[in-house]
């Protein structure tokens, strides 16, 4: 019996030791690293392209609003179509003038004023870009990699059970177990293979999402190693909201409502336009120099409506910032103990917990290849070890996926 129970601990440790090649061949040749993902979506991430292009366009809407109004030409001719001596073609007097529009109050200041504030959230707008960019990139990765992971889990387990129901047959031919038992090893092995087909499914899902990401094909191997590393998490540091991109970009559109109130206050007073030409006198065939200046009443138009509406524009830019300030305050302290928790669960799970449910498992096989423990017993213990794993993955992922949520709330304009 003793050589019995060494033989079979031989087999098991040589299962194991192949298990655990088989969920590390994975990190052979070839690996797909995080930054790698991450340097070929910005390459060619449309959301980016967008930003930048905004960028551009804020930038010649700056030298838009540098430029000063277009001088006007005008040619008059008086004295045509009259009654006795203004009948006829010689009289007409004819006039030509170039008048030159002279901005009051400021207004060309105040436009490049404007204009710059809206260059700055289009910069803000780009480092967004990115940031949600690394926050997509990062889910999928890890959801690629943890979809990996659940196929290497559920191919075991679909190994086990074939295992277990060559085990059965052998026990009911010798007739030390009943046929019902047979059965249910076989059910066991159905159930079995279906998930693996399903893991693989999820799996070639995650990896076309990846690859979509990327702009290529993302078949080869990814980074294990990475996921399966927890990062000790302290406690929570406290964090300055106004460094934040979401506060950044409130603080831009505040400016900006500043902006477009001195802006309006500028339309208030009338620009002159000064204008100076010659004149012809048909008489003498002379040329008189004439000169004009003309400045618009504001009769009907006052823009006192206008201001009040910048006015407001700016009340409610400065509610936003202070409101944007508080929610990022609260989301940054949810996402910090979100880590703290989730690395607190990854490590409990990845190790004592599923070191546990292997030794369990190995001890039920091992039994009930020698008839001292009974199939309800061993597919209890594969059970559990089936959802240790499980929660092991899930764990690790969660935990991921919360480091990449807080990364993505504490990402500032001077990291890009």
């Known amino acids: 019996m003793n050589r019995v129970i060494a033989a079979v601990l031989a087999?098991?440790?040589?299962?194991?030791?192949?298990?655990?090649?088989?969920?590390?061949?994975?990190?052979?040749?070839?690996?797909?690293?995080?930054?790698?993902?991450?340097d070929l979506a910005g390459a060619s991430a449309?959301?980016?392209?967008?930003?930048?292009?905004?960028?551009?366009?804020?930038?010649?809407?700056?030298?838009?609003?540098?430029?000063?109004?277009?001088?006007?030409?005008?040619?008059?001719?008086?004295?045509?179509g009259g009654s006795r001596a203004y009948n006829i073609i010689e009289v007409p007097k004819?006039?030509?003038?170039?008048?030159?529009?002279?901005?009051?109050?400021?207004?060309?200041s105040a436009r490049i004023a404007v204009a710059d504030a809206q260059g700055q959230r289009a910069g803000i707008d780009r480092a967004i870009a990115e940031a949600d960019l690394?926050?997509?990139?990062?889910?999928?990765?890890?959801e690629a990699v943890a979809a990996d992971r659940r196929l290497v889990t559920t191919r075991d387990q679909a190994s086990l059970a074939d295992d277990a129901l060559h085990a059965a047959h052998i026990r009911v031919q010798a007739g030390r177990a009943s046929p019902l038992e047979e059965q249910r090893a076989d059910v066991?092995?159905?159930?079995?293979?279906?998930?693996?087909?399903r893991a693989g499914r999820l799996a070639e899902l995650a990896h076309g999402n990846l690859g979509r990401r990327i702009g290529r094909s993302a078949t080869v191997s990814l980074d294990e190693r990475w996921f399966n590393r927890v990062?000790?998490?302290g406690p929570a540091q406290i964090l300055d909201a106004r460094q934040t991109l979401g506060a950044a970009a409130a603080r831009s559109d505040e400016r900006t409502a500043a902006a477009q109130v001195r802006l309006a206050r500028s339309q208030r007073i009338p620009d002159v336009t000064l204008s100076a030409g010659a004149r012809r006198l048909p008489i003498n065939n002379d040329v008189a120099a004439v000169f004009g200046v003309?400045?618009?009443?504001?009769?009907?138009?006052?823009?006192?409506?206008?201001?009040?509406?910048?006015?407001?524009e700016q009340e409610r830019a400065s509610a936003l910032r202070r409101a944007t300030e508080i929610d990022t305050e609260q989301a940054v302290a949810q996402a910090q103990a979100d880590v703290a928790n989730a690395a607190a669960s990854a490590r409990t799970a990845a190790g004592p917990v599923l070191a546990a449910a292997q030794e369990a498992a190995r001890i039920a096989r091992i039994g009930y290849r020698e008839g001292k423990f009974g199939q309800?017993?061993?597919?209890?213990?594969?059970?559990?070890?089936?959802e240790t794993r499980a929660a092991a993955i899930d764990a690790l992922a969660t935990f991921h996926h919360a480091q990449a949520e807080l990364d993505r709330l504490t990402a500032s304009v001077s990291k890009d």
């Open 46 to 80: 449309p959301s980016v392209e967008a930003a930048t292009a905004g960028v551009r366009a804020a930038s010649a809407a700056r030298q838009v609003a540098a430029l000063r109004p277009n001088p006007t030409i005008s040619t008059d001719i008086e004295n045509v």
């Open 231 to 233: 990062d000790s998490y």
């Open 294 to 312: 003309s400045i618009p009443l504001p009769l009907f138009n006052r823009g006192t409506a206008a201001v009040d509406q910048a006015s407001a």
């Open 376 to 386: 309800l017993d061993l597919l209890d213990a594969e059970r559990t070890l089936a």
């Open 188 to 197: 066991l092995r159905i159930n079995a293979r279906t998930a693996l087909d």
């Open 94 to 108: 004819q006039t030509v003038s170039v008048g030159l529009p002279v901005e009051m109050g400021g207004k060309r």
């Open 11 to 38: 087999v098991t440790s040589c299962a194991t030791e192949a298990q655990a090649q088989t969920s590390g061949s994975a990190t052979d040749g070839p690996v797909l690293t995080l930054a790698q993902a991450l």
């Open 134 to 142: 690394r926050l997509a990139i990062t889910k999928a990765y890890v």
